[in-house]
């Protein structure tokens, strides 16, 4: 129950930005429910997805984790993502929001266009899985990079206290 509350309550936080976001990914996964063949035979093409899943999963991982940390030697800086910032901007600190944005989007498409077509036509849609769980890897891949980027050498997390 107080997960609930502390859901509802982080909504209750959005600004306009992080309420226009949430109506733009509903509108995108509406619009994407238009797309989908309801009548088109998916099973044959199922084990194939399965190996793309995995494959796009360590594509989309390995790359926030190498691109942040090649930028971060670089000298670029990088903040965790916020729901309420804009996701198109040319900060590189800020950069990671778009990431977070593609990756609810992604994931609400993907499990939205999987149950459709799970009730409608009792089959599984491989390609609509494979949008869940890009989006799940990119979330993955975003906590990830930031953990990494946060640790110094020694393991320990930097702060003002150990930094020196």
């Not at 930028?71 to 729901?83: A, H, I, M």
């Not at 899985?129 to 953990?147: D, E, H, M, P, V």
Request: charged share 15%.
């Amino acid at each position: 129950m107080a997960t609930i509350t502390n859901h509802t309550q982080r909504m209750k936080n959005w600004n306009k930005i992080g309420k226009i976001k949430s109506l733009v990914i509903l509108i995108l996964c509406i619009l994407s429910l238009t797309l989908v063949d309801f009548s088109g035979k998916t099973e044959f093409k199922n084990d194939f997805y399965i190996g793309i899943i995995i494959l796009i999963f360590l594509f989309f991982v390995a790359f926030l984790l190498l691109i942040t940390k090649f930028l971060s030697l670089l000298g670029f800086k990088f903040k965790r993502p916020n729901w309420n910032e804009n996701p198109i901007t040319f900060k590189f600190s800020k950069s990671l929001n778009f990431f977070h944005f593609m990756a609810f989007w992604f994931i609400s498409s993907g499990f939205i266009n999987t149950l459709f077509v799970g009730i409608f036509n009792q089959q599984f849609d491989g390609e609509s899985a494979n949008l869940f769980f890009a989006g799940i890897s990119l979330l993955i891949g975003i906590k990830l990079s930031l953990k990494w980027l946060n640790k110094s050498g020694n393991g320990k997390e930097k702060t003002v206290a150990n930094n020196a």
